[in-house]
């Protein structure tokens, strides 16, 4: 029983690392969102990236929304929202809508 316990416990935490939505301002930016969708809501990322990944282009974008606020990385493959991360405390002022 305590190992069903602890491979659940270890499972939720895990999911929890993984963000579903993301706050702008007064916008909610959601995994599935189209590219256009994220910059209307949040304005142009802090700081983009392309990875090629087995063939596949990834797009990474991050927005360092302060030092009161973590740094989101959202992850698009084929122009949608696939991921969004949370990372350390951001730098200074908040740049988010």
Do not use: H
């Not at 959601?30 to 304005?43: E, H, P, S, T, Y």
């Not at 392309?50 to 698009?76: A, H, N, P």
């Amino acid at each position: 029983m305590r190992t069903i316990f602890g491979l659940t416990l270890a499972i939720l935490l895990s999911l929890s690392s993984a963000a579903y939505g993301f706050r702008c301002g007064t916008n909610l930016v959601n995994v599935g969102d189209i590219k256009l969708q994220v910059l209307q809501k949040c304005g142009e990322p802090t700081y983009k990236e392309l990875i090629k990944t087995d063939g596949f282009i990834v797009e990474k974008w991050y927005y360092d929304c302060g030092s009161q606020r973590l740094i989101q990385t959202l992850t698009f493959s084929g122009g949608f929202l696939q991921t969004i991360e949370e990372g350390d405390y951001g730098k200074g002022p908040d740049r988010c809508q």
